[in-house]
């Protein structure tokens, strides 16, 4: 679904809260790809940080 406008109602969260969290969630998947991209380029370097960072994710995702 697009649009949901009860979606924080629904998972009890005001606007703020959601804002802040959603925002640190994507400079965190942003960061995670550049360091995907310069694996890619070297994969010597940050060899389980990608997947250890969605990992991560996925645990506070869940947990939420």
Known sequence: MIFDFYHLKKNSIN???HGIRVIKLSFVLIGLGLVGIIHGLLPFI?????SNGIKKIASRLSNF
């Open 46 to 50: 940050f060899v389980d940080t990608v």
């Open 15 to 17: 606007y703020a809260s």
